[in-house]
């Protein structure tokens, strides 16, 4: 099994700035996309950013020039950069990994704890 850690998570004021990290630990095979969610009290969980191992990005429409998600793939490490940070941007932000634990095996999903993102003056 895997177990992903994320930090970077904490309260800043608006127009600030964070960076999550993500890092996948155990027997990985590959890994193909990692993404990260956000889920803030009384809204559901929408996917923030998302990037696959070609890089292809893609953001939801809020962030878009905002946050830039990265990833290392030798550290199966996924990271989050977020500038100009808004009140709204308040939420759990959660990674998610989507991979193999051996060559033949089936493709698996895996999810971070989360992390909490309070932009607050």
């Known amino acids: 099994q895997v177990q992903l850690v994320e930090s970077g998570g904490g309260l800043v004021q608006p127009g600030g700035s964070l960076r999550l990290s993500c890092a996948a630990s155990?027997?990985?095979?590959?890994?193909?996309?990692m993404a990260w969610y956000r889920q803030a009290p009384g809204k559901q969980r929408e996917l923030v950013a998302a990037?696959?191992?070609?890089?292809?990005?893609d953001y939801l429409e809020s962030v878009q020039g905002r946050f830039t998600i990265s990833r290392d793939n030798a550290k199966n490490a996924v990271y989050l950069q977020m500038n100009s940070l808004k009140p709204e941007d308040t939420a759990v932000y959660s990674c998610?990994?989507?991979?193999?634990?051996?060559?033949?095996?089936?493709?698996?999903?895996?999810w971070g704890r989360g992390t909490q993102v309070t932009v607050s003056s």
């Open positions: 990037i696959s191992n070609s890089g292809t990005t």
């Open positions: 998610n990994l989507i991979l193999q634990y051996s060559a033949h095996g089936p493709i698996a999903d895996s």
């Open positions: 155990g027997n990985i095979f590959s890994v193909h996309s």
